[in-house]
């Protein structure tokens, strides 16, 4: 089949749990849909869940045993997207747009077996050809895949973006479009920092950071799926008729500010062991223990005391009650260990940093000023990170904005 013809009016469009999260929206996002196929698009729609939806799966689960993961739980999760695929091609159908609802499995989304964070490792395109072929309007349900056992498994929380970037890396196009319900990317949290603008062009690399550092605009691994396979990612608003915010190859981008972006992670918690040995061994151990746990670790500082080491560590406030789990059973008496909750992470993002010294002193600076105690610091080329007290971290992250000239 030559599907050049076809490639070049073929656009995958992501539908997020707002966007669905009624059935008057999902008839709006029909007709979306029936207007760009009129418009001679070949639409591929992902959704997700109704918005709600997937906690509420979630915390059904956890009533019976919040320690479960395994296949039954990805199935139960999975469950909301079936919903959602349904009742749109019911709503399509309505308005006489051929459409058919597609599972994972059914269109074989192949992932590995880590449930409840799989990764995808192969998408078949015959039945998406076939489809478009046809003129027919695909509607696949995000979020999940299946194994090699034929197991329903899902991808992480937020990953219908990362279903629809790897569907359009592997019909090969070159963009894909994420609907939400805000209009753009901005440089900050808009409920943190009133005065944040909206960013027209982000590189891949930025917005990578972006969402490991705790923005939710977008699914970490779409993005890392895009800048593989060249797929340019246009987020914009499911119900406003203007462009967005485009995640580009960063030589796509002219001129770069030196600081695109402030972040925050407000459930951030910091542990502190003073006195611990020497010896690298109590290290290795000890973060292979958290990781058996499934804790993913964020920062770590270690200095020198007069007697021993002090070691610090910052993790996701949700892991905070698995790590005091392994530390109780772990620690060797004699050495201290210490929690910090309350405390948050504000990171400056920018490819601009690479080529302008000084930032790390503006970064402080503004700290300084501002009379804020930093708890630990990480830096990439791109990035500076700071955990903060939480109490702090409104007043931080509006005084970092205005310094790196972000304000509207
Ligand atoms: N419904 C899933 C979630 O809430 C996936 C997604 O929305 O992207 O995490
Ligand atoms: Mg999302």
């Known amino acids: 089949m030559n599907l050049n013809p076809i490639r070049a009016r073929a656009i995958v469009k992501k539908f997020g749990g707002t966007s669905v999260g009624t059935v008057e929206r999902?008839?709006?996002?029909?007709?979306l849909v029936a207007k760009a196929r009129h418009s001679g698009q070949l639409p591929v729609v992902v959704a997700s869940a109704m918005a709600g939806e997937t906690n509420r799966l979630v915390a059904l689960g956890n009533e019976i045993d919040s320690g479960?993961?395994?296949?039954?739980?990805?199935?139960?999760?999975?469950?909301?997207?079936?919903?959602?695929?349904?009742?749109?091609?019911?709503?399509?159908?309505?308005?006489?747009?051929?459409?058919?609802?597609?599972?994972?499995?059914q269109l074989g989304i192949e992932t590995d077996n880590v449930y409840s964070k799989a990764r995808i490792k192969n998408v078949r395109t015959s039945e998406l050809e076939n489809l478009l072929a046809q003129n027919i309007v695909p509607v696949i349900a995000g979020f999940q895949g299946v194994d090699e056992d034929k197991n329903i498994t899902t991808l992480g929380r937020g990953g219908s973006d990362t279903t629809a970037v790897?569907?359009?890396?592997?019909?090969?196009?070159?963009?894909?479009?994420?609907?939400?319900?805000?209009?753009?990317?901005?440089?900050?949290?808009?409920?943190?920092?009133?005065?944040?603008r909206e960013i027209a062009r982000l590189s891949f690399e930025e917005m990578m950071e972006m969402a490991?550092?705790?923005?939710?605009?977008?699914?970490?691994?779409?993005?890392?799926?895009?800048?593989?396979?060249?797929?340019?990612?246009?987020v914009r608003h499911s119900f406003l008729e203007r462009e967005g915010t485009w995640i580009v190859p960063e030589g796509e981008i002219v001129e770069n500010p030196v600081v695109s972006a402030i972040t925050h992670e407000s459930a951030t918690s910091v542990f502190k062991l003073?006195?611990?040995?020497?010896?690298?061994?109590?290290?290795?151990?000890?973060?292979?223990?958290?990781?058996?746990?499934?804790?993913?670790?964020?920062?770590?500082?270690?200095?020198?005391?007069?007697?021993?080491?002090?070691?610090?560590?910052?993790?996701?406030?949700?892991?905070a009650p698995l790590v005091q789990g392994v530390l109780k059973g772990f620690l060797p008496p004699g050495i201290e260990s210490q929690m910090l909750d309350g405390v948050a992470k504000v990171?400056?993002?920018?490819?601009?940093?690479?080529?302008?010294?000084?930032?790390?002193?503006?970064?402080?600076?503004?700290?300084a000023k501002e009379g804020i105690q930093v708890h630990l610091v990480t830096t990439s080329e791109i990035k500076i990170s700071a955990i903060i007290d939480r109490a702090r971290l409104e007043t931080a992250a509006r005084a970092l904005h205005t310094e790196f000239a972000l304000d509207v």
Do not use: W
């Open 26 to 31: 999902i008839e709006a996002v029909a007709r």
């Open 68 to 105: 479960y993961r395994g296949p039954a739980y990805d199935m139960l999760v999975a469950s909301g997207e079936q919903v959602a695929i349904a009742l749109l091609v019911i709503a399509l159908t309505k308005l006489g747009v051929p459409a058919k609802p597609l599972l994972a499995y």
């Open 166 to 196: 790897a569907l359009a890396a592997a019909l090969k196009l070159g963009a894909c479009e994420i609907y939400t319900d805000v209009p753009a990317v901005f440089s900050a949290d808009p409920r943190l920092v009133p005065r944040a």
């Open 212 to 234: 490991s550092l705790g923005s939710k605009v977008l699914h970490v691994r779409s993005v890392e799926i895009g800048a593989k396979h060249g797929v340019r990612i246009h």
């Open 274 to 319: 003073l006195h611990i040995p020497a010896e690298t061994a109590f290290m290795a151990k000890l973060f292979s223990a958290l990781s058996l746990k499934g804790v993913s670790i964020d920062i770590i500082s270690q200095s020198e005391l007069e007697k021993g080491y002090r070691l610090a560590f910052s993790v996701s406030a949700e892991d």
């Open 347 to 367: 990171s400056t993002v920018g490819v601009g940093m690479r080529n302008h010294p000084g930032v790390a002193a503006r970064f402080f600076t503004v700290l």
